[in-house]
């Protein structure tokens, strides 16, 4: 079912008392809108940041888990480990995992796979580079991310998956794609799951905008007809910036 979701990816930022002190103050913020509202503490606090969030209208979610069930993957955190603290939520395929953890496709494919598997349910991010969008490939690209990470699975799977478009060049940059650039892309993203699934899986699926998502320019992008939501880096480490976003619907 399309929802209207905005998520708060905090990246590696905030140890615990920080991560204490942002819950707080976000807890002090009011919602007047339907958005479901997430937040990604790092790993070491998501079990504080759950515990103390657990009578809240704020789901804790974790950026990133590891595809194998267990065994040796030094440093790695497994999908049971996340469920075993009360986690639903996992960010799979941001750009810095990406750019930075050699994370492709078939990596990809495997996380969200494995995933799944657990019952958690999944925002499965993807987004071209500057140099694609200038040479006008953005649109090969974005369709090949989704294919080779998600196309294998059955239409039923989709139901536990969010999409979040983010494209490269505004991801931290301040440079926003512009609503109609949002709005053009995930039209496109729903006609590319529309070709392959029908309108069952593309009318109800929840795509999310993400980069450089602020409260000044939040409103705007919401408003689109095919934009469900954020994904917001930077200016969710602000209650007020955050909160003024989650309102913007
Ligand atoms: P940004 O990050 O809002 O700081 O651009 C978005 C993201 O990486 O999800």
Same mark, same amino acid.
């Given at each position: 079912?399309?929802?209207?979701?905005?998520? $708060?990816?905090?990246?590696?930022? #905030?140890?615990?008392?920080?991560?204490? =002190?942002?819950?707080?103050?976000?807890?002090?913020?009011t919602?007047?809108?339907?958005?479901?509202?997430?937040?990604?503490?790092?790993?070491?606090?998501?079990?504080?940041?759950?515990?103390?969030?657990? !009578?809240? @209208?704020?789901?804790?979610?974790?950026?990133?888990?590891?595809?194998?069930?267990? $065994?040796?993957?030094? %440093?790695?955190?497994?999908?049971?480990?996340?469920?075993?603290?009360?986690?639903?939520?996992?960010?799979l %395929?941001h750009?810095?995992?990406? =750019?930075?953890?050699?994370? @492709?496709? =078939?990596?990809? =494919?495997?996380?969200?796979?494995?995933?799944?598997?657990?019952?958690?349910?999944?925002?499965?991010?993807?987004?071209?580079?500057?140099?694609?969008?200038?040479?006008?490939? !953005?649109?090969?690209?974005?369709?090949?991310?989704?294919?080779n990470?998600?196309?294998?699975?059955?239409?039923s799977?989709?139901? #536990?998956?969010?999409?979040?478009?983010?494209?490269?060049?505004?991801?931290?940059?301040?440079?926003?794609?512009?609503?109609?650039?949002?709005?053009?892309?995930?039209?496109?993203?729903?006609?590319?799951?529309?070709?392959?699934? $029908?309108?069952?899986?593309?009318?109800?699926?929840?795509i999310?905008? %993400?980069?450089?998502?602020?409260?000044?320019?939040?409103?705007?992008?919401?408003?689109?007809?095919?934009? @469900?939501?954020?994904?917001?880096?930077?200016?969710?480490?602000?209650?007020?910036?955050?909160?003024?976003?989650?309102?913007?619907?």
């Open positions: 079912m399309r929802k209207n979701i905005v998520a $708060g990816n905090w990246k590696m930022n #905030n140890d615990l008392p920080q991560t204490e =002190a942002l819950i707080s103050d976000l807890k002090k913020q919602k007047t809108s339907n958005a479901e509202v997430m937040i990604a503490p790092a790993f070491t606090n998501l079990w504080q940041a759950f515990e103390t969030t657990r !009578h809240d @209208d704020i789901e804790v979610i974790a950026q990133n888990m590891h595809f194998a069930t267990n $065994g040796a993957y030094t %440093g790695e955190v497994s999908a049971d480990m996340l469920k075993s603290i009360g986690i639903q939520t996992v960010i %395929g750009s810095e995992r990406r =750019a930075y953890f050699n994370e @492709d496709d =078939a990596i990809l =494919a495997k996380k969200v796979d494995q995933a799944l598997s657990k019952d958690l349910r999944v925002i499965f991010c993807f987004g071209e580079e500057l140099a694609d969008r200038k040479a006008a490939n !953005h649109e090969a690209v974005v369709a090949s991310q989704i294919q990470a998600l196309f294998h699975l059955d239409a799977a989709f139901k #536990n998956i969010v999409l979040a478009y983010e494209p490269v060049w505004a991801i931290g940059t301040g440079e926003t794609a512009s609503p109609e650039q949002a709005q053009d892309m995930h039209k496109f993203i729903r006609k590319t799951l529309n070709d392959k699934y $029908g309108n069952q899986v593309a009318d109800h699926m929840t999310l905008y %993400g980069g450089s998502v602020k409260p000044t320019n939040a409103k705007e992008i919401f408003s689109k007809p095919d934009v @469900d939501g954020g994904l917001i880096g930077g200016a969710a480490l602000k209650a007020e910036d955050f909160y003024a976003i989650v309102n913007a619907f």
